[in-house]
């Protein structure tokens, strides 16, 4: 149990456009997601949660109007990446929160690369 | 002072023998606490979670809770090569909020 998936698992896009990427808890319903960044040899960095129904907590120095995410489902979150750049590449990975386990089981991850 | 430390590491661990990784938080009213492994290039794996003081064991692993030292360790028993990785503390803060340490890389050598 606990399975989260994340379409696509990897992206090449030209600097200026916008990538969507999914994150979807196969199993369970999760109230909450939460949308991290890695870069190399780096920990994760927690950019925003994101609530079912309501509008994402961003972190400090993540801009919402860059990263938008939508969590219309209790399945289903999307992040998008808006007029991508070369320093936006890196290692997004999104994790759901299984209520009642009290942990985040994360998804595979995408790997983003602007050109 | 970061909420959850580690030792960046790497530690070098021989085949077959026990790998013991370290962690301290900050917050002293945290009360979960997880042990993820990440291999290189791959998403974090929850590994272990232990909520007690104390030792809590699951096959070759096993977490070491000290709320009063604010500390919490992770052993790995007959290491192997697979078990090369960084392994990631997390804690729930008393807030809510799970925080992450740096991560420890472990290179098991054959």
């Known amino acids: 149990g606990a399975v989260v998936s994340q379409h696509p698992s990897r992206v090449i896009c030209k600097s200026g456009t916008s990538v969507k990427i999914e994150c979807r808890s196969l199993?369970?319903?999760?109230?909450?997601m939460f949308w991290y960044r890695q870069f190399p040899k780096q920990s994760l960095m927690l950019m925003a949660t994101?609530?079912?129904?309501?509008?994402?907590?961003?972190e400090q120095g993540v801009e919402k109007d860059k990263f938008l995410i939508n969590h219309a489902s209790l399945t289903l979150s999307t992040l998008t990446v808006t007029s991508a750049h070369p320093e936006d590449s890196s290692f997004y990975i999104c994790s759901a929160d299984n209520v009642g386990k009290e942990t985040q089981y994360f998804g595979p991850g995408t790997r983003l690369l602007v050109l | 002072q970061k909420e959850v430390e580690q030792n960046s590491g790497p530690l070098s661990v021989p085949e077959g023998a026990i790998a013991s990784l370290n962690c301290t938080y900050s917050d002293r009213g945290s009360q979960s606490f997880f042990w993820y492994r990440q291999y290189s290039g791959k998403s974090p794996e929850l590994i272990m979670f232990?909520?007690?003081?104390g030792d809590k064991e699951d096959g070759r692993f096993t977490a070491q809770l000290n709320k009063a030292s604010q500390y919490v360790s992770l052993l790995i028993r007959d290491s192997q090569p697979s078990d090369s990785a960084t392994y990631l503390c997390?804690?729930?803060?008393?807030?809510?909020?799970?925080?992450f340490g740096a991560g420890t890389q472990v290179v098991v050598t054959p």
């Open positions: 997390a804690v729930v803060t008393s807030w809510g909020k799970l925080q």
């Open positions: 232990i909520y007690s003081n």
């Open positions: 994101s609530n079912e129904g309501s509008k994402a907590t961003y």
């Open positions: 199993d369970f319903q999760a109230t909450t």
